[in-house]
T-cell receptor, first 111, second 117 residues
Framework: RKEVEQDPGPFNVPEGATVAFNCTYS??????FFWYRQDCRKEPKLLMS???SGNEDGRFTAQLNRASQYISLLIRDSKLSDSATYLC????????????FGKGTKLSVKP | EAQVTQNPRYLITVTGKKLTVTCSQN?????MSWYRQDPGLGLRQIYY???????DKGDVPEGYKVSRKEKRNFPLILESPSPNQTSLYFC????????????????FGPGTRLTVL
């Protein structure tokens, strides 16, 4: 089982749609979790950290299920500008500097 | 402006010719890291540094060297580049290491596209 797995997509959705991305991780001792966004040929940028209690930032909601080793990102009311690749990132416990990136899920929002 | 800079942005070289990709940050960050990104493989960590003179291997360190003599700089050195090191390289920095439970944002540089012929 890969350390961090994501559905590669692409997810093609119309503007205004709600879209959900899922991510699973293999190391049960993982400590920190994040979603990054990467536009084509650009550097990744932090979208949001993921907390055990779940967290929301505007149209974006992230959730963590430690028991199932599962992370999700929900985007409501999709905009054209949401088109990008979304990367799930996990930091294993005991390895402070080591970050494991998923391969990313590509989202394309169409008019 | 707070930023991470990388140079060069694009480089085409030949097998065996030593090269260095520089990375510099102006945010006084302790933590810096190098990644490579390849189609179908995603971002993979090469090396990281928790502070000056403290470096550690990531997931794919073979064929690379790094140094951290100053807080702001973290160069990536390819002593004898090979075609399998053709990739897109990103440098990143943050105040503290992510794994410490920190929520500090990790800032990425714009990337260096390297081709080794």
């Amino acid at each position: 089982r890969k350390e961090v797995e994501q559905d590669p997509g692409p997810f093609n959705v119309p503007e205004g749609a709600t879209v959900a991305f899922n991510c699973t991780y293999s190391n049960s001792a993982s400590q920190s979790f994040f979603w990054y966004r990467q536009d084509c040929r650009k550097e990744p940028k932090l979208l949001m950290s993921v907390y055990s209690s779940g967290n929301e930032d505007g149209r974006f909601t992230a959730q963590l299920n430690r028991a199932s080793q599962y992370i999700s990102l929900l985007i409501r009311d999709s905009k054209l500008s949401d088109s990008a690749t979304y990367l799930c990132v996990v930091s294993p416990r005991g390895s402070q500097g080591n970050l494991i990136f998923g391969k990313g899920t590509k989202l394309s929002v169409k008019p | 402006e707070a930023q991470v800079t990388q140079n060069p942005r694009y480089l085409i070289t030949v097998t065996g010719k030593k090269l260095t990709v520089t990375c510099s940050q102006n945010m006084n960050h302790e933590y810096m890291s190098w990644y490579r990104q390849d189609p179908g493989l995603g971002l993979r960590q090469i090396y990281y540094s928790m502070n000056v003179e403290v470096t550690d291997k990531g997931d794919v360190p073979e064929g690379y060297k790094v140094s951290r003599k100053e807080k702001r700089n973290f160069p990536l050195i390819l002593e004898s580049p090979s075609p399998n090191q053709t990739s897109l390289y990103f440098c990143a920095s943050s105040y503290t290491p992510r794994g410490a439970g920190s929520t500090d944002t990790q800032y990425f540089g714009p990337g260096t596209r390297l081709t080794v012929l």
